[in-house]
């Protein structure tokens, strides 16, 4: 009898060990990224910052196109920087092309959830676009998201542009 339960308390020893180390090394392989994904992460962001300024540059020099083409490939490589979508829409939106805007704008907030100049963007592009409830709302969570940030100068203008689009239903 006594024998028996050695055996089961040595097994259940070996499980208890087994099950530690398999923890160890689920957590130890958890806690840093592979070199190579981290080298490839940050190979792509520094290409996306190139492809970054190859946009400035275009615009500087009037290429829209070139421009448009760059910020995309930016926003490829580095998804979840928002100035290449704040950029893109500002672009589209000298072009007058307000829905292409909105879009860009849009999925800038999925990088950049509780950036007030974003909504603040969207909203004038939804004003000039004609959608004035989707402007309104938008500027309303600007103003919100810049009160927050103790952003005084940009709550300001978003008060401003709540304020017109209140004017421009009457």
């Given amino acids: 009898m006594v024998w028996k339960n050695t055996q089961r308390g040595v097994g259940d020893m070996r499980k208890k060990i087994f099950f530690i180390l398999v923890l160890g090394v689920?957590?130890?392989g958890c806690g840093k990224p592979a070199p190579e994904k981290a080298e490839k992460a940050e190979v792509t962001q520094a290409g996306a910052q190139?492809?970054?300024d190859q946009g400035m540059m275009f615009l500087?020099?009037?290429n829209a196109a070139a421009a448009i083409h760059s910020f995309d490939e930016a926003i490829k490589r580095n998804p979840l920087d928002p100035r290449a979508y704040l950029i893109l829409g500002q672009t589209y939106m000298r072009m007058q092309e307000y829905n292409r805007a909105i879009d860009t704008y849009t999925a800038a907030?999925?990088?950049a959830p509780d950036q007030g100049e974003i909504y603040y963007l969207l909203a004038v592009n939804h004003g000039l676009a004609g959608n004035t409830?989707?402007?309104k709302v938008n500027a309303e969570r600007s103003a919100l998201l810049f009160q927050k940030s103790?952003?005084?100068e940009n709550f300001k203008k978003a008060l401003v542009l709540i304020q017109g689009l209140a004017q421009s239903e009457e």
């Fill in 26 to 28: 689920m957590v130890s």
């Fill in 50 to 52: 190139e492809v970054f």
């Fill in 60 to 62: 500087q020099q009037g």
């Fill in 109 to 111: 907030l999925r990088a």
């Fill in 133 to 135: 409830e989707e402007a």
């Fill in 150 to 152: 103790k952003d005084a």
